[in-house]
């Protein structure tokens, strides 16, 4: 019913920085909040940021906040999360996802999910 698709992943050197895109396709996208997940080998899935419908109100994890920022443009259907300063702690697969709640964090409060891009962070 709906369908996500992910780019702008990709290589890049500490402290260097990446924009993360995600369209969204097949039913009304303006209505749902949108999150941003990451999960490296061996590690579970965990919650970035997330943003309301409106984009009015966001959300973002202890690690990320102050270096990653969400946005979104409705007009394009598309959800963003702008990466700087990145670390190799930062090193995971990026996955965004839908939700009819408002601004949740848990994995569970999300109904689709896009296939995912590799975002590599080297020292």
């Known amino acids: 019913q709906v369908q996500l698709v992910e780019s702008g992943g990709g290589l890049v050197q500490a402290g260097g920085s990446l924009r993360l895109s995600c369209v969204a396709s097949?039913?009304?996208?303006?209505?749902?909040?949108m999150g941003w997940f990451r999960q490296a080998p061996g590690n579970e899935r965990e919650f970035v940021a997330a943003?309301?419908?409106?984009?009015?109100?966001?959300r973002e994890s202890d690690s990320v906040k102050g270096r990653f920022t969400i946005s979104r443009d409705n007009a394009k259907n598309t959800v963003y999360l702008q990466m700087n300063s990145l670390k190799p702690e930062d090193t995971a697969v990026y996955y965004c996802?839908?939700?009819?709640?408002?601004?949740?964090?848990?994995?569970?409060?999300?109904?689709?999910w896009g296939q995912g891009t590799q975002v590599t962070v080297s020292s």
């Open positions: 943003i309301s419908w409106s984009g009015g109100s966001t």
């Open positions: 996802a839908a939700s009819t709640f408002t601004i949740p964090t848990m994995r569970t409060a999300y109904d689709y």
């Open positions: 097949g039913r009304t996208f303006t209505r749902y909040a």
